[in-house]
């Protein structure tokens, strides 16, 4: 099945996916602009420390909201979830146009940090709705692939026309289209039809909670127990306290069944390795693109540091829109040992490019490696999306990956502190290379778990 089939076939996919395409163009519009503002509040020799706080600040909210987002994401209905999301999200995002008037790197922080905890439940949501949206494993891998490659054309076409309209239009107009974004992007979502069996309503839910209580007499596997999780007797579900407890119980259950399933497992292992090396990426890609831009198009245009910035990520949404094809074409009718050994030589290849891309003194060569480096990516993170979805049940299919999220932004995030501060007194270069050996570990240390293992059932 190929896209056009998928989107003409099924509308639910269909609406999500034009939400997607609205919303996160508008988010890249966004985040050139607020990366060079924060670049220029910071003022020289202190860029690296104030980009890794603006990354902390987008990226703790997902690490601390991940365990209710899932939770709420499999309880509630995810449709209304999302828009929700995206509501809150417009709101906060106007409040960009308060920190360029006060050039307050402060706000800059408290706004990232906001519209991230909304992002947080909006992600859980659509990864636990996706399944339940497709009809069969040909469509649930098609519709991975495509949201892997929508992403990275956004990340292309919001990039660049994030640098043309900073450049040209301003900062504040492209904090108002972003809001227009989200705004259009929740209209969408709610013309969705998601089925009521798959989304409990809250009456429902409440009325449950009794029956989901397990009989004492009757012994129960820590898989089963994960599946239908004990709620405690004692618990009051009308107190703060007695919902907090039910919702990291219901976390706790949905890590304890990862650790029952020695793939899921595996994979989690290696995502936290990659967010490692990740952090050192994502903390040096807009030194490197303000720095390379400057060295290369000082004199050919007004504001080369946006420029560099921007032509760095246009050159990731490149790659990701020439990899998706790909990444589709060999995930598809495949087994999972053989999705399995690609993720882990794909994981490597990527910490290889990465190393690579470190030592490049030209913007253009670097944008090249970039291309070639998401080329590459997008076939493991398919890849690794269809294990994850293809092993876990849909009664915990929020929470996994609410899990999953939470796990790569904790080792994320604190890798990009550390790897921000280290570019200021060490240089960008050191850094990266950094990052590159330890994601390139990561893919080796897929195999030395997987060995011996002779079923992808487990």
Known sequence: MNYHQ????????????TGQVISEIGDWLNNIAVLAMAISFAGAGREGLAL???????????????????????????????????LTRAAFALCFLFANAWNSLTMIYIVGAFIFCASSFFNAAKRAAIPNLTQNTDELV??????????????????????????????????????ATFLLSAELIRRVVYKKSQAPSLKSQVSSL?????????????????LNPSIPQSLNPKSLFGILSRVFTEFRE??????????????FIVAAGWGLGNGAA???????????????????????????????????????????????????????????????????????????FSFIPSLWV?????????????????????LIMSRTDDKLAGRVFASYETLTTLTMV????????????????PVALCGGIIIALSGLTWFLLRRGKTSYRT
């Open 254 to 267: 949905g890590l304890s069944y990862v650790k029952n399933i020695n793939l899921l497992f595996a994979v």
């Open 142 to 179: 098609t519709a991975n692939s495509l949201t892997a490659s929508t992403t990275a054309a956004t990340i292309a076409v919001g990039s660049a026309l994030g640098g043309i309209a900073a450049t040209f239009l301003g900062r504040d107009f492209v904090f108002i289209l972003n809001t």
């Open 414 to 429: 604190g890798s990009m502190l550390l790897c921000g501060a280290a570019a200021d007194k060490y240089g960008i270069e």
């Open 210 to 226: 009794k029956s989901q209580v397990p009989n004492p007499s009757i012994p129960q596997s820590p898989i089963s127990q994960s």
């Open 366 to 386: 670097a944008a090249f490696v970039l291309i070639l480096r998401e080329v590459n990516f997008l076939i493991w993170w398919t890849a690794q999306q269809t």
């Open 52 to 86: 890794a706080v603006y990354a902390l600040a987008r990226h703790v909210p997902l690490f601390v909201f991940g365990p209710i987002a899932g939770v709420i994401a499999d309880r509630f209905d995810r449709r209304r979830l999302m828009i929700a999301a995206d």
């Open 282 to 356: 994502r903390a040096t890609y807009s030194l490197f693109g303000s720095r390379l831009g400057t060295e290369t198009m000082k004199g050919f245009v007004d504001k080369p540091s946006e420029f560099g910035i921007s032509v760095l990520f246009v050159a990731m949404g490149l790659g990701g829109v020439l990899g998706a094809p790909l990444a589709r074409r060999v995930s598809s009718s495949v087994n999972q040992e053989i999705l399995g050994r690609r993720m882990g030589r794909s994981i490597f290849f990527d910490g290889c490019g990465l190393a690579v």
């Open 6 to 17: 998928l989107l003409k076939q099924n509308k639910n996919i269909r609406y999500l996916w």
